[in-house]
């Protein structure tokens, strides 16, 4: 066994000699690396000693060793000539919204070979408990905690779609406060004593069947966790509604607008339905529940928080000049209206081949976006250097 050891920490001091050099997008990472080689290090001592270890202590070990190869995956996609740094910007400061400066959380993505592979990796993230055991029992401290993203590697440069980042962002914001199972635990406990709004209850029915059994007289507890993965999804689909609009719907329509509520997931209507009403700020049941629980979970509510850009800069082929924070999380949801539009606004500045128009117009509203939001971001960090 203590053999067996000796090659998983060889494997892991192998591929982390390998990342030695990487050259990471922002200090942060670095730095979070730097920890990972002294970890390295502190483990080796205890795998390099005579002892024989126990089962538990092998198991430990063990865990420590993942720890380490857990933490190259997520970094490994987030080197400079791989991350979609404009991206992971955007990211970070709708995190921002949503953490105190005290919460240090660090946004890396895995580029997955699969068109699909949106998802938010909670391994890290979650795992407080771990971080501390680092420090307690080797005294060496990390600088932030490790916020996966998953992305495909073949879409990290499309700005049209990033509306599904924020919204898996949204599940990290859900997880880190335990906004839906309060929320949901709220639901249940007001239907069931019979507090809930008899005007409101058709409505809640309408976007949670789930629940109906449970007003029918069945067991609520095989209920629960159905009614709060879908409350799960309203929510990310609302966090990422206060800062791209309604890009999220486009890809719904596309890609699941038919399917019925499931266990996991509402159905594709209702949940354009409930990101419609919010931004247009009619009343809406789900958008209720959650505004009325979040201020007492987390201090927020979801507003928007978003602006719009002048759309006018796309048509003149020229990258929208963001003036502020808002206008940054807006540009996506401009880049979808000019996408969405009619191209011949374009006029002979456009001149090409129809059939390879659409590929034309996907390039152009890409570059544009992200030099408009590179622009951004560049101004920033040069205006934070030269006036601390």
């Given at each position: 066994?203590?053999?067996?050891?000796?090659l998983?920490?060889?494997?892991?001091?192998?591929?982390?000699?390998?990342?030695?050099n990487?050259?990471y997008?922002?200090?942060q990472?670095?730095a979070?690396q730097k920890?990972?080689?002294?970890?390295?290090?502190?483990?080796?001592?205890?795998?390099?000693s005579?002892?024989?270890?126990?089962?538990?202590?092998?198991n430990?070990?063990?865990?420590e060793?993942?720890?380490i190869f857990?933490?190259?995956?997520?970094?490994?996609s987030?080197?400079?000539?791989?991350?979609p740094?404009?991206?992971?910007?955007?990211?970070?400061?709708?995190?921002a919204?949503?953490t105190?400066?005290?919460?240090?959380?660090?946004?890396?993505?895995?580029?997955?070979?699969n068109?699909?592979?949106?998802?938010?990796?909670p391994?890290?993230?979650?795992?407080?408990?771990f971080?501390?055991?680092?420090?307690?029992?080797?005294g060496?401290?990390?600088?932030?905690?490790?916020?996966?993203?998953?992305?495909?590697?073949?879409?990290?440069?499309?700005y049209?779609?990033s509306?599904?980042?924020?919204?898996?962002?949204?599940?990290?914001?859900?997880s880190k406060y335990?906004i839906?199972?309060s929320?949901t635990k709220?639901?249940?406990?007001?239907?069931?004593?019979?507090?809930f709004?008899?005007?409101?209850?058709?409505?809640i029915?309408?976007?949670?069947?789930a629940?109906n059994p449970?007003?029918?007289g069945?067991?609520?507890?095989?209920?629960?966790?159905?009614?709060?993965?879908?409350?799960?999804?309203y929510?990310?689909?609302?966090?990422?509604?206060?800062?791209v609009?309604?890009c999220s719907?486009?890809?719904?329509?596309?890609?699941?607008?038919?399917?019925?509520?499931?266990?996991?997931h509402?159905?594709?209507?209702?949940r354009?339905?409930?990101?419609?009403?919010f931004?247009?700020g009619?009343?809406?049941?789900?958008?209720d529940?959650?505004?009325?629980?979040?201020?007492?979970?987390?201090k927020k509510?979801l507003?928007?928080?978003?602006?719009?850009?002048?759309?006018?800069?796309?048509?003149a082929f020229?990258?929208?000049?963001?003036?502020?924070d808002?206008?940054?999380?807006?540009?996506?949801?401009?880049?979808?209206?000019?996408?969405?539009?009619?191209w011949?606004a374009f006029g002979?500045?456009?001149?090409?081949?129809r059939?390879?128009q659409?590929?034309?117009?996907?390039?152009i509203i890409?570059?544009?976006i992200?030099?408009?939001?590179g622009n951004?971001?560049?101004?920033?960090?040069w205006?934070e250097?030269?006036?601390?």
């Amino acid at each position: 066994m203590e053999k067996q050891l000796l090659l998983h920490f060889s494997q892991a001091e192998k591929a982390l000699s390998k990342a030695e050099n990487n050259n990471y997008s922002d200090s942060q990472k670095q730095a979070y690396q730097k920890s990972l080689f002294l970890l390295l290090e502190a483990i080796r001592k205890r795998v390099d000693s005579p002892a024989v270890f126990s089962p538990n202590e092998i198991n430990d070990i063990k865990g420590e060793i993942n720890f380490i190869f857990k933490s190259l995956e997520f970094l490994g996609s987030s080197i400079l000539n791989l991350i979609p740094y404009e991206v992971v910007s955007c990211l970070d400061k709708a995190l921002a919204d949503w953490t105190s400066p005290g919460q240090r959380y660090i946004i890396v993505t895995s580029l997955i070979n699969n068109a699909e592979a949106f998802g938010f990796d909670p391994t890290l993230a979650q795992n407080e408990a771990f971080y501390v055991h680092l420090e307690s029992k080797y005294g060496i401290a990390f600088n932030g905690r490790l916020v996966q993203i998953n992305i495909p590697k073949t879409l990290a440069r499309d700005y049209l779609i990033s509306g599904i980042h924020y919204h898996e962002l949204g599940h990290f914001v859900d997880s880190k406060y335990s906004i839906t199972n309060s929320v949901t635990k709220v639901l249940f406990d007001t239907l069931l004593s019979g507090q809930f709004p008899a005007g409101k209850i058709a409505e809640i029915l309408r976007f949670l069947p789930a629940l109906n059994p449970v007003l029918q007289g069945q067991h609520p507890n095989q209920y629960f966790r159905f009614c709060q993965f879908h409350v799960a999804e309203y929510f990310c689909d609302l966090f990422a509604a206060q800062y791209v609009g309604d890009c999220s719907n486009n890809h719904l329509q596309y890609i699941a607008w038919a399917q019925q509520a499931g266990p996991t997931h509402p159905a594709t209507q209702e949940r354009i339905a409930v990101i419609s009403d919010f931004l247009s700020g009619r009343p809406n049941v789900i958008v209720d529940l959650l505004n009325d629980a979040l201020p007492q979970i987390v201090k927020k509510k979801l507003e928007i928080r978003h602006e719009n850009v002048n759309e006018g800069d796309f048509y003149a082929f020229l990258p929208p000049i963001i003036e502020n924070d808002r206008q940054l999380h807006g540009i996506f949801a401009a880049g979808v209206r000019v996408w969405r539009s009619n191209w011949d606004a374009f006029g002979n500045k456009m001149a090409m081949d129809r059939s390879r128009q659409s590929e034309k117009m996907y390039t152009i509203i890409n570059n544009l976006i992200e030099k408009s939001v590179g622009n951004y971001i560049v101004t920033q960090k040069w205006n934070e250097q030269t006036n601390p």
